[in-house]
């Protein structure tokens, strides 16, 4: 899922070049926030949604080090959503270039799973890929 509103890219480039740290880490908020409202949708009620694994791509410059700042966008905002408990396990990967010149893009693995008190055990992954 890439950062977009509306159909929109919020911006291009890659992280190191023409695209801050800053910029990018609010980027890869908005992309997992896509992400996950997509997973949403197959929730239904006395279910929740329990993310397994986050991959957050940068389209960076060769010497850019601080992909896991980046990454941390994205992981802030699952934690506001379910708590700094339920982080999934994490990547941060830096590429050359990403779809449409978009400086970030994650990869969510999730999980519905039945609600606290709901048919517990039951389970069904759903992976909201690039």
């Known amino acids: 899922m890439t950062p977009r509103v509306d159909g929109r890219l919020l911006l291009t480039g890659r992280v190191g070049d023409d695209v801050d740290v800053l910029r990018a880490r609010d980027a890869a908020a908005v992309a997992v926030g896509n992400a996950l409202a997509a997973a949403r949708s197959l929730v239904a009620v ?59 893009e994650v990869s969510l693995s999730a999980e519905v799973v039945a609600a606290p008190g709901e048919r517990d055990g039951e389970s069904a992954a759903v992976a909201v890929r690039p």
């Open 46 to 104: 006395g279910e929740r949604l329990r993310c397994a694994e986050l991959i957050v791509y940068v389209a960076c410059t060769a010497d850019f080090t601080e992909l896991s700042t980046v990454a941390d966008g994205a992981s802030d905002v699952i934690a506001a959503e379910f708590g700094s408990d339920e982080l999934p396990a994490r990547s941060a990967v830096g590429v050359h270039a990403l779809p449409g010149g978009s400086p970030v």
